[in-house]
């Protein structure tokens, strides 16, 4: 069961209590640092992409105006060069301070921007974390464009900025909050907040999931054997180990599911009754479910199986 | 299956799906669009489908086991949350409200650092010019080739003067003004952000800014042209040196709460100042556009210098009383 096990510690890590005034705690869990490179990666392209967008429209009319001989030609570099400024500058904080709270890139990783102390995100937090992407990003970048066109000509300069760019890069890494400079100086942070749909409960769920060489339909066709379980065999595991079943169970892969069913098995000390792992798993997952839903009713919980 | 089956959560969840569904559904389409789009159905119930998401969650925590239920529980409280308690004015009061109380009372509450940035800047400027009028070869020091366009001791006076009227001659004066303009900007902008490594970068950038302009004034100057100088800088400056400054006062502010933050923590206090200091830079941008426009049209049109020192005048003016003049407190 090693390689199914979630990472439980990770998990806990990266949630941040918020109690809304109704009194309900919502634990927020932070974007981890993955999440953030590639939501700023894609925010790079769809600007990258604007861009190119801007200066083929403005070519366009160039071609058009040519005519015009320079007063045209002055005027469409200063829309682009304004066009560049304006989608540097504003393309964030516009997009944060929308009702989604966040840019092109943030909503394709679910992520959005809060403010730390659970307070309405304000448009001057937005400004300031955004401003100081300038710092972080742009000034390095610049710089080390600037250097190596006009051919670099000193290598501890370079350096500088190579440093420059990796402590503001590196930032986020070196503390709990993943916050950036930016989110440091503007109270916010990045949670992952992913837009979910609920599924089926698992219990509503009659047929099993295809086998990987099965037409969908004829899933879970034969008839249910029914297995009977001793107390002691639905007091092994606690709520952890129920929650890894669910997540096993939910994804129908039928490696993990044999695995899970024979290392089950072992333990609860049943022999295999030439059925499917699936229905096994089910079955075990449906009792003691139950078992354990009527046991928190009377305010038992187990967490896992080391409690008791 | 088996005999034993979770009734009880499993009629809780049946029981409220379709609530959460519909919650669900209005906040999908507010997020998409606006809020006014929504009904007023929609309005009036999305507060009572919120409470009732999260009773649902705190009930789910306690009773059920479906993991997958509880996250789907928190993910829809907390997007109901942020949305509910979200930002609720429009953009367009939140704006008016901005440029009548907020951004004149923000520009107020810095006027220490204010006064620090422009004796920066001048010091900067005096340095500069003494500097230059003694030995012209620190020009290249303090003016950039790329700024300096053309600008140099090794120009006649003649030259000189023409930039002071035609300048750039026929290439491009407008993009020119647009990339100073950009320019400027990204100095106020680094002037502000660089203020939190404790606002050491901000004073050197004031001061090198300052030292700039003493090198311009002190070359023009020595070939008789300083007054004219004076007008092709002052129409657009007032406003621009004026931006720069207030920029320089917000990273000061920022850079004092780092060093300084009293008895809330460094972090809290950072944040704090950073948030205060955000509003000016709001009205920075929009001095530095002002700025652009008089430096871009209003320099080109207007060559007389006693009109460009009268609209340079003005426009100080104009920005000290729009910032300086007491006036009553806002109702509320």
Redesign the interface.
């Known amino acids: 069961m090693a390689e199914i096990v979630l990472r439980r510690g990770a998990d806990a890590e990266r949630k941040r209590s918020l109690v809304t005034p109704e009194g309900v705690d919502l634990s927020l869990s932070l974007a981890d640092a993955g999440q953030r490179i590639s939501a700023f990666a894609i925010d790079l392209m769809v600007m990258f992409g604007a861009l190119i967008a801007l200066i083929l429209v403005l070519v366009g009319l160039l071609l058009l105006l040519l005519g015009l001989g320079t007063p045209a030609v002055e005027f469409l570099a200063i829309v682009g060069l304004l066009g560049f400024f304006l989608l540097r500058n504003f393309y964030f904080a516009l997009m944060e301070m929308g009702p989604r709270a966040a840019t092109f890139g943030k909503r394709a990783l679910g992520l959005r921007v809060v403010a730390r102390s659970g307070d309405r995100l304000t448009a001057d937090r937005v400004i300031v974390r955004n401003m100081m992407r300038e710092i972080e990003f742009y000034l390095p970048v610049s710089f080390l464009v600037y250097n190596s066109a006009t051919g670099g000509e000193e290598v501890a300069w370079t350096l500088a900025g190579i440093v420059w760019t990796g402590v503001f890069l590196f930032f986020p890494l070196f503390n709990t909050d993943r916050l950036r400079v930016g989110d440091l100086l503007a109270g916010t942070w990045v949670i992952s907040a992913p837009r979910r749909t609920l599924s089926a409960d698992l219990f509503q769920r009659e047929t099993r999931p295809a086998k990987p060489n099965e037409v969908e339909g004829e899933a879970g066709a034969g008839a249910a054997p029914a297995f009977v379980f001793t107390e002691a065999q639905l007091d092994v595991y606690g709520v952890y180990e129920l929650q890894t079943l669910e997540r096993v169970l939910r994804e129908g892969r039928y490696d993990k599911i044999a695995t899970v069913a024979d290392a089950i098995r072992a333990k609860i000390d049943m022999a295999h009754d030439g059925g499917e792992d699936y229905l096994f798993l089910r079955a075990y997952y449906d009792a003691s479910r139950a078992r354990m839903e009527r046991g928190l009713l009377f305010g038992k919980r187990r967490e896992d199986k080391h409690d008791r | ?2 005999a ?7 009629k809780f ?1 049946a029981a409220r ?1 379709d609530q ?2 519909r919650l669900e559904e209005i906040l ?1 389409q ?2 998409k669009r ?2 006014r789009k929504l009904s007023d159905e929609d309005l009036l119930a999305l507060p009572i489908l919120y ?1 009732g998401a ?2 649902s ?2 009930v789910a925590r ?8 509880v ?2 529980l ?6 109901a ?3 509910v ?3 609720r004015t429009s ?1 367009r009061q ?1 704006l008016a409200a ?1 440029f009548r109380a907020d951004l004149p009372a923000a520009v107020r509450g810095l006027w220490r650092e204010t006064l620090v940035a422009l004796t920066l800047t001048l010091i900067g400027a005096l340095t500069g010019y003494l500097l230059v009028s003694g030995d012209s070869s620190w020009y290249g020091a303090f003016v950039p080739e790329q700024l300096a366009g053309g600008r140099g001791f090794g120009a006649s006076a003649e030259t000189l003067r023409d930039t002071l009227y035609h300048d750039q001659g ?1 290439q ?4 020119f003004a ?2 100073l ?2 320019h400027n ?2 100095v106020a ?2 002037a ?3 203020g ?1 490594a404790f606002g050491v970068p901000t004073a050197l950038l004031l001061i090198q800014t300052g030292a700039m302009m003493g090198a311009f004034v002190a070359l023009f100057a020595s070939r008789g042209l300083g007054e004219e100088l004076g007008g092709w800088l002052i129409i657009h400056g007032s406003s621009e040196i004026l931006a720069i400054v207030l920029a320089g006062a917000a990273g000061f502010r ?1 850079g004092w709460s780092v060093v300084f933050p009293g008895e809330r923590t460094r ?2 206090s ?10 000016v ?2 009205g920075v ?1 929009v001095m530095l556009l002002v700025a652009g426009l008089l430096e871009g049209f209003g320099r080109q049109l207007i060559l007389i210098d006693w009109i460009r020192y009268a609209i340079g005048l003005s426009m100080l003016l104009l920005w000290c009383v729009y910032f300086y003049l007491p006036r009553r407190a806002a109702n509320g």
């Open positions: 299956m088996t034993a089956r979770p009734a009880d959560s499993r969840r799906e959460w569904r999908n507010a997020e606006s809020v409470r999260l009773s969650l705190s306690e009773t059920s086991l479906d993991h997958e239920l996250t789907y928190e993910g829809l409280c907390a997007r949350y942020f949305f308690y979200g930002v953009a939140r901005f026929g491009g004066l407008g993009f647009t990339f303009f950009t900007s990204g902008i680094w502000f952000a660089l939190f920022i972090l809290a950072a944040s704090l100042g950073g948030t205060k200091a955000a509003l830079m709001g941008v």
